[in-house]
């Protein structure tokens, strides 16, 4: 079955399945449809979702609390992380489960300098195993929290590592235990991570603001919703988009300021852009990526980052009088399956921009290229469909398989640069991501030859990239320590779904 006849045929089984009375004419809009698949699995769970009114908005956008350090060495960061549910009224007067890192409603921040050494310990207070993640950070294996090493209901354990020099960047810290890490990340549990350098960057001196990007799904009951079976297909979007845990915040920018942006969500494209009060596309200004600071600043009408992705932006003012902009995520079609519709625009954060222009030097850090390769990987991202008894079912494959914890589908040689290939033969967008630290892009191109020429990457350091449907991506990268490392696709419904592979570096 093509896609097509795939996304028709879905579209009508679902409707034989869960309103036999309904014609295809009756078409509904989105909320509706996603309603109509959960009650055909489950029936006895489909819930209202809250309008986008239950939530207020446009209040200032609150920092994210920092998480102290304990340690009086100044080379070190010691911290203990509780994982427990907790509630809070995220609609007034219908209480909410959420799980969270302290009992923190925002997402965390940690803030570490490179060459520390770092303690943090792990509480769980879950009913399910769970692990701290470094997204991103060259941390040994045993200590990146992979769902091996899962740490048991009222478990706890400490993480430890040293940074290496030349690490800074904007990271995040999430769980990865077997099966349940999108559950645990759409409860609430997410943070970011920053390494600052040991010596000042180009941009030190400006005023930062961190735009920690998550989203809801909640119901009208003020429960969170459980995923339903487009959500376990395409990822879940939750209809809040939230910054630092808040539902379309204002920010008042007084001077040029150094911004920094996660994607936190399970699967939400972030097709972020700028728009001022007249309803026109500004330019954004990128100066950094996952891994840090680009060697030059970008410009760009729109800049996707996909879950997981990070981005630094420079806010520069061009007038001392205030300027009113939105930071949107613009709509963007990742390929969904099934009748869902592709992803709508909404604003992140409403903003104010105000003082004098910051002068942008030309060279914002060196990035010296990894050289020759001396391995080849690569690595095919596929799905399957098949509808059996008018339910659609896909599966998510990394070179024919689904992921096995016990086995090793890639050989890495410590210390070496290899270089990865990623084809994308599936039909929709996948977030690629690989633990181990950073690796430099080389090239993007498509699939069928035919249909464009190949483009090649700006110098960068990323962790995640997104390859679209018959696209394929090169990169170089240099694993630094032994043992079994993940890669994985980062819609975390795809990952916990087996879209996973390990990596056995010796
Ligand atoms: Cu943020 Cu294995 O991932
Ligand atoms: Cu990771
Ligand atoms: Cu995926």
Not at 241 to 267: E, F
Not at 478 to 486: F, L, S
């Amino acid at each position: 079955m093509n896609r097509r006849d795939f996304m028709l045929h879905t579209f009508y089984a679902s409707l034989a399945v869960a309103l036999p009375a309904c014609s295809p004419k009756d078409k509904k809009p989105h909320g509706d449809m996603a309603g109509m698949a959960n009650m055909a699995a489950t029936p006895a769970a489909a819930q209202p979702l809250a309008p986008l009114s239950a939530l207020p908005k446009n209040l200032p956008l609150q920092s994210l609390p920092l998480l102290a350090n304990q340690s009086a060495d100044a080379n070190a960061f010691k911290a203990t992380l509780t994982a427990a549910p907790m509630q809070y009224e995220i609609i007034e007067g219908k209480p909410t489960e959420v799980w969270a890192y302290n009992g923190s409603r925002a997402p965390l921040l940690i803030e570490l300098v490179e060459g520390m050494t770092v303690e943090i310990e792990l509480i769980n207070q879950l009913p399910q195993p769970t692990t701290l993640h470094w997204h991103g950070l060259p941390v040994p294996p045993e200590q990146d929290g992979g769902p091996m090493e899962a740490v048991p209901p009222n478990g706890k354990r400490t993480y430890t590592f040293t940074l290496p020099d030349d690490c800074a960047g904007t990271y995040w810290f999430h769980p990865h235990p077997h099966h349940v890490t999108h559950e645990q990340v759409f409860r609430g549990l997410a943070g970011a991570l920053i390494i600052r350098p040991r010596t000042p960057d180009a941009l030190s001196g400006l005023p930062e603001t961190h735009v920690f990007v998550t989203d809801l799904k909640l119901n009208a009951d003020g429960s969170i919703a459980e995923n339903d079976v487009n959500d376990d297909m395409n990822g879940r979007e939750g209809q809040f988009l939230l910054v630092n845990g808040q539902y379309q915040p204002m920010l008042d920018l007084k001077k040029a300021t150094r911004l920094r942006v996660w994607n936190g969500t399970n699967a939400r494209f972030l097709n972020l852009q700028l728009q001022d009060n007249a309803g026109a596309t500004q330019k954004l200004t990128q100066v950094g990526t996952d891994g840090g600071l680009l060697t030059a600043a970008q410009t760009h009408d729109e800049l996707l980052l996909a879950p997981a992705e990070r981005a630094e932006l420079l806010l520069n003012p061009n007038s001392t009088h205030a300027t009113s902009f939105k930071l949107n995520a613009a709509a963007y079609n990742q390929g969904k399956m099934g009748m869902v519709q592709a992803t709508p625009a909404s604003t992140l954060v409403d903003l104010t921009l105000a003082g004098t222009a910051f002068k942008l030097p030309s060279t914002l850090r060196n990035i010296v290229p990894l050289g020759d390769a001396v391995h080849q990987q690569r690595v095919v991202m596929s799905e399957t469909m098949s509808m059996a008894n008018g339910v659609h079912d896909m599966k998510f494959f990394i070179n024919d398989q689904q992921f096995d914890m016990n086995r090793v589908d890639f050989t890495s040689a410590l210390g070496v640069v290899e270089e990865w290939t990623i084809d994308n033969i599936s039909d929709m967008d996948h977030p690629f991501h690989i633990h181990g630290g950073q690796f430099q892009p080389i090239q993007r191109e498509r699939l069928d030859a035919t249909k464009g020429a190949p483009t090649k990457f700006a110098p960068s350091w990323k962790d995640t990239i997104n390859l679209r449907s018959g696209e394929s991506v090169r990169f170089k990268m240099r694993q630094t320590h032994k043992g079994v490392r993940m890669l994985h696709c980062h819609i975390l419904e795809h990952e916990d779904a087996g879209m996973m592979a390990n990596v056995h570096v010796v």
